[in-house]
């Protein structure tokens, strides 16, 4: 594929192409149609749909407009947030511009998946600024390396506790002193206290949701059991066995 936008889907204009009607015929709208209505050619068309070939920002702008969908619509389902940025043909000061914050906050947005403490309600106003839904930029920023790395780092803290949390006897609190606190605190830029709060909130729900389900087991095994007592000839084979 030449250089172009990237997580550009092919796949997607051709569905959007086809969903389209041409402005001077009644059928859907046809690669050349599509060509003129760009500037450009079929067989380029073609390619982009192919995937052989990715449009540039500028470019995708255009195909988005006509066939009448957002520019984050022709895109792949595992983009980034810069990924998003660029296809709809916005520089970092520009959406930094439009969002009302400094360039450098911005930055931290896109590099480490960071909202502003003082505007955490941004991620809203950047959703319409990228005319994407909320699902789908939360996915772009799970996808940003920096935010996959604390999410993992953050899976490692809390396996332990989550181990001891699941398995019988008495319920021990995390501590905001703790070890695991901390370094979530740490991971996620926040209060320890805050944190262990959080913690405490899910381990307890994951300790009636494992109760929940041993309960379950075992009225499952003693519904098996009681099928297999009560089968034709039980009471004959317990006397052959006594």
Not at 46 to 60: A, F, K, M
């Given at each position: 594929m030449t250089r172009g936008v990237t997580g550009f889907n092919g796949a997607a204009l051709r569905s959007a192409r086809l969903g389209t009607k041409c402005e001077k015929h009644a059928h859907p709208l046809t690669a050349a149609c599509l060509a003129r209505k760009v500037g450009t050619s079929k067989a380029l068309i073609?390619?982009?749909?192919?995937?052989?070939?990715?449009?540039?920002?500028?470019?995708?702008a255009q195909l988005a407009a006509a066939v009448g969908v957002p520019a984050a619509s022709l895109m792949t389902r595992d983009t980034q947030l810069s990924d998003l940025r660029v296809a709809s043909g916005l520089t970092v000061s520009d959406l930094a511009a439009r969002l009302g914050i400094a360039v450098n906050t911005y930055r931290r947005i896109e590099r480490d998946g960071v909202m502003p403490r003082r505007r955490p309600g941004v991620i809203w106003d950047l959703a319409d600024v990228l005319r994407v839904d909320y699902s789908r930029l939360r996915m772009a920023l799970h996808r940003i390396p920096?935010?996959?790395?604390?999410?993992?780092a953050a899976a490692t803290v809390l396996k332990d506790v989550t181990d001891r949390a699941v398995n019988p006897g008495p319920f021990a609190p995390v501590e905001d002193t703790s070890t695991q606190a901390q370094l979530l605190a740490t991971l996620f830029r926040a209060r320890a206290a805050t944190v262990s709060q959080l913690m405490n909130i899910y381990l307890t729900e994951l300790r009636q949701l494992a109760s929940q389900l041993a309960q379950a087991k075992a009225r499952l095994d003693f519904t098996t059991s009681t099928r297999w007592m009560n089968r034709p000839g039980f009471g004959r084979d317990l006397r052959l066995w006594l």
């Open positions: 073609l390619s982009y749909e192919h995937g052989r070939s990715s449009p540039s920002p500028q470019r995708l920096a935010v996959q790395k604390r999410w993992w």
